[in-house]
């Protein structure tokens, strides 16, 4: 038994897991010490609770993409980041001209509803263009070329956008009706967060129940199982593949409208971050699963903006904001060290990644 | 007809969106011919006569009116969708939303000329650039690959205008090249002329007699063709040794640039080349040396300050340290795994260093200065005319390590592991071992190009190691070919030379990366300078049948 057991746990496993346990009591000791030394009030923790789930259900957004894609052609879209991009710079446009014509101020969810409709027409047609130009001639070939040409496209879409629109920060307008904060008892919430968690959650129900309920989405998730068998069954494998990448871009541009109303700019650098984070939830969640990404997005969201104060703060670290990103960084990294499945894995054991 | 109207508007959109990102205005600045066409010209030429071409040959039947109206055609769409452009261009104003829709672009395109007739200028040029696309395609083929060969070296000697001038007008007896070739703008007519018919005629020799001389070399014995060899090899290192003396002070900073990308691409070529590792965070450990000898060296941190060769071997053990570190979480994961881990650790490593919480020690947004250079005795390895022998002979070892690796067992073992893992292991190769060997050779490679990146800027900071750094690295490698060496120097002289050379170019650099990206991994593959085995792998299917299958599968006809 104890000899089975010492021929299973190779030396690489150990240094794993010694790894793993010492980020673990860091974390938790970090955490302990913060809380014992009372920094912050639960006001703090309820802003930071609220910010988290509207990062989060932004992430969860642009997390459908990646998964939904990565469902069908087991592949990582690593320019998705750029579709998420181009829907918000390109409605920034449309959204400028309202703003100067005083109609964003008499009909702002007029104007809102047609911003979101270009951002994510403008996403959807990048998406579409994407699969069309550079993905399908490749469906077949090994696997690290589809991912290298994503790399390429991605930086293809980047400084095509950089060369179109320039090469500043653009300052999204203000929506008058956004602004200020809605109070709840003893806490308050800024408007926009409320709205930008409220929208992503009604997309996201939206989304899942056309994946789960719809014929098309009972096909895509027939082509995510297995494309040669559906392709049997009639359905038009192609086809959904398109759907798949369309329903990717419009969760995407959407996310890029409610991301850029929080953050208030747009740049033809800003997809880059939110890309890899939310590749991170989709990670998180387990690649390839729906819920998942979603479940993923908010928790990652959550962490990110509660870690550096609950742990890094309490571990006597300068400035822990600045370490945000490495948060996310590192996080992913563990997940795909030690459950590469994710918290809601059900497919992609090792033998598929 | 359909198709070449299709093929056009794709050319066109093609043609509008290069000229709507800036890239036409950008390159109009440098003149091909002198007053007569310019390279912003040019690139829309070249769409357009591609665009054509591509109508030819999608042409069904082989009735040669018929191709050259298809071409036609295309050419015309494409000049249409310009126009357009130009008409949308004067209706509205397109500067609100395109930075690049200015006044300029549209002279540009109207060939400076009135609304009216530049619009038929363009169309003219259009249906020119058609029916020359036809007539090269319906050409025999030696004819058009002297046609293409000698009009691309035209364009590529008016390009690189500014690298030649110099070079010719240092050498006495050339500077009378200099003055029949080139204006103070793009090449004379009189040069492009000349040189359009020695190329030609040069092309048309060696189509003709190129075949014939090979073979003579390879029948010589076997003891001259030694010789010859050696004789090229001297030849080499001697203008390798000169280059620096003969190219003046800015080129040699270009091609300490392009040494530093040799080396950095060598690493990462056995990583992804080699064993088959997609590593977009190989910039960790240009990062790692890098700092590694600032911080062994600079006395501005007050920790050491050793010299720069007592630094060195601490810089590369550094990086191959934290190869294996960086390995190990990694070991299991494959492709796009790997891929965005690696990517995750690069970010990991700069933000650490970016941060005020390690400032002390690594000196945060500021970096550190004052890093000694390099002394030899009495040399020391001040500009970049002379850090460029300190960067050629670190690719000289590294590429000589490399190419001793590859036919390795270690080398095969990582080539095994990079064609099929599980078989390699069932084969009997250490995968924990090899893998981690691969990391730990390129990180290695990477750090020793990182020491020398510090000691040639003088100091280091976070910014110099962002995630730009990994992609060029990788597009280097996947565009001279994965895991071939002289692909790597190939493909550091392309992506990487030629942008410091052309100004204009460098805005455009990772545009055209992103492109070369996925244009190569579309069409080509296998890279500029393939590997023999590489290229064989992807291209199994084109591979003529022997002998032996083909008589199999007549018999099994009978």
Redesign the interface.
């Known amino acids: 038994m104890l000899k089975q057991l010492r021929e299973r746990i190779t030396p690489t496993d150990i240094v794993m897991w010694v790894i793993g346990g010492a980020i673990l009591a860091l974390i938790i000791w970090g955490s302990v010490a913060t809380l014992i030394a009372g920094r912050y009030s639960r006001y703090h923790w309820f802003d930071f609770l609220v910010f988290g789930l509207a990062q989060g259900s932004v992430y969860a957004l642009i997390a459908m993409g990646y998964t939904l894609v990565y469902g069908v052609l087991r592949m990582i879209n690593f320019a998705h980041s750029e579709v998420f991009m181009s829907g918000p710079y390109t409605a920034y446009y449309v959204a400028a001209a309202f703003y100067r014509s005083g109609f964003l101020d008499s009909h702002p969810i007029l104007s809102l509803m047609v911003v979101f409709l270009v951002a994510m027409a403008t996403s959807t047609l990048i998406a579409f263009l994407l699969e069309r130009v550079a993905y399908r001639p490749l469906r077949n070939a090994p696997r690290l070329i589809p991912l290298i040409t994503a790399i390429g496209a991605s930086f293809f879409l980047q400084y095509t956008f950089r060369g179109l629109y320039g090469s500043g920060f653009q300052a999204y307008p203000v929506v008058k009706l956004l602004e200020g904060e809605i109070v709840f008892g003893e806490f308050r919430i800024l408007r926009i967060h409320l709205v930008v968690i409220v929208a992503a959650a009604l997309l996201l129900i939206a989304l899942y129940s056309f994946i789960q309920r719809t014929r098309v989405g009972k096909a895509i998730r027939a082509v995510s199982e297995d494309k040669e068998a559906s392709y049997l069954m009639g359905i038009d494998v192609d086809r959904m593949i398109v759907t798949t990448f369309v329903i990717g871009g419009m969760s995407a541009g959407a996310a890029g409208v409610l991301y850029a109303l929080m953050f208030k700019q747009v740049h033809f650098f800003m997809g880059f971050i939110p890309g890899i984070k939310a590749f991170t939830a989709a990670v998180l969640g387990g690649i390839g699963n729906i819920p998942g990404a979603m479940l993923g997005g908010i928790f990652l969201g959550l962490f990110e903006t509660l870690g550096p104060s609950l742990f890094l703060d309490g571990l006597g670290i300068r400035a822990p904001y600045q370490l945000k990103d490495a948060i996310a960084f590192t996080m992913l990294v563990l997940i795909l060290i030690f459950r590469p499945t994710g918290i809601l894995g059900e497919r992609l054991a090792v033998k598929k990644a | 007809m359909k198709q070449s109207i299709k093929i056009g508007l794709i050319g066109g959109l093609v043609a509008v ?1 290069l000229a ?4 036409v205005e950008a390159f109009s600045q440098r003149d091909i011919i002198s007053g007569i066409i310019s390279m912003g010209h040019t690139l829309l030429l070249l769409v357009a006569v591609f665009m054509g071409y591509l109508a030819a040959k999608r042409t069904v039947g082989s009735r040669p009116l018929r191709i050259l109206a298809n071409s036609l055609l295309c050419g015309l769409v494409v000049g249409a969708l310009l126009a357009c452009l130009v008409l949308l261009g004067h209706v509205v104003n397109l500067r ?5 829709a200015m006044p300029p672009l549209y002279q540009l395109l109207t060939f400076n000329q009135e609304l009216g007739t530049g619009i038929l200028i363009l169309l003219g040029a259009g249906v020119l650039s058609g029916v020359f696309a036809g007539m090269l395609y319906l050409v025999p083929g030696l004819a058009r690959r002297i046609l293409i060969i000698s009009l691309s070296s035209i364009v590529g000697v008016g390009v690189l205008q500014d690298m030649l001038r110099p070079t010719f007008s240092l050498w006495g007896p050339l500077a009378i090249i200099n003055e029949w070739l080139y204006t103070a703008n793009g090449l004379t007519l009189s040069g492009a002329f000349g040189l359009f018919i020695l190329i030609a005629a040069g092309s048309y020799f060696w189509a003709r007699r190129g075949n014939a001389i090979r073979t003579d070399l390879q029948r010589m014995p076997a003891t001259r063709q030694r010789v010859l060899k050696a004789g090229v090899f001297i030849i080499l290192i001697v203008v390798l040794l000169a280059l620096p003396r003969v190219l003046g002070l800015f080129l040699s900073e270009v091609i300490t640039i392009v040494g530093l990308y040799v080396l950095l691409g060598l690493g990462l070529n056995i990583v992804v080349g080699y064993a ?1 590792l ?1 590593d ?1 965070g190989y910039v960790a450990f240009f990062a790692i040396g890098a700092y590694t000898m600032a911080i062994l060296t600079s006395p501005e941190l007050g920790f050491f300050s050793l010299s720069f060769w007592e630094a060195l071997p601490f810089s590369i053990i550094m990086g191959v340290l934290s190869g294996v570190i960086l390995g ?10 790997l ?3 690696t ?3 690069g ?2 490593i700069r ?2 260093v ?4 390690l ?1 002390p020690w690594l000196g945060g947004a500021q970096g550190i200065a004052k890093i000694p250079k390099a002394h030899l005795g009495n040399f020391e390895f001040s500009g970049p005319q002379q850090i460029y022998y300190l960067i050629l002979a670190g690719c000289l070892l590294v590429g000589l390590i490399s190419y001793k690796l590859r036919d390795s067992r270690l080398g095969r073992a990582w080539m095994a592991v990079r064609e099929d893992e599980d078989v390699a292991q069932a084969m009997g190769i250490n995968l ?1 071992a090899t893998k981690l060997l691969a990391f730990a050779t390129g990180a290695g490679f990477s750090a020793l190009s990182g020491a020398i990146f510090a000691s040639k800027l003088a100091s280091v900071y976070p910014h110099s190691f962002n ?1 730009m750094i990994s ?1 060029n690295i ?2 280097v490698i ?1 565009v001279g070919g994965m895991g071939s060496i002289p692909g790597v120097i190939v493909g550091s002289i392309a992506l990487v030379g030629l942008p410091e050379l052309l100004r204009e170019f460098a805005e ?1 650099r ?2 055209v ?6 244009a ?3 069409l080509r ?1 296998e890279g500029l300078l393939p590997e023999a085995v590489r290229r064989r792998e ?1 291209h199994e299917e084109e591979i003529p049948k022997t002998g032996s299958d083909l008589v199999e599968e007549s018999g099994s006809i009978k």
């Not at chain 2, 709507?20 to 890239?23: R, S, T, V």
């Not at chain 2, 609100?96 to 690049?100: E, I, L």
């Not at chain 2, 970016?354 to 919480?357: A, R, V």
């Open positions: 969106l709507l990102i800036g890239m609100t939303v395109f930075v690049n088959g997609l977009l190990i979480p990694v070991l299991k994961m494959r492709g796009d795994y891929a965005i881990v990517l995750g650790f970010e990991i933000i650490l970016l941060s005020d919480f400032r924990v995630v992609i990788v597009c996947i455009y990772l545009f990366y992103g492109t070369a990206l996925v190569m991994m579309l593959p992807l």
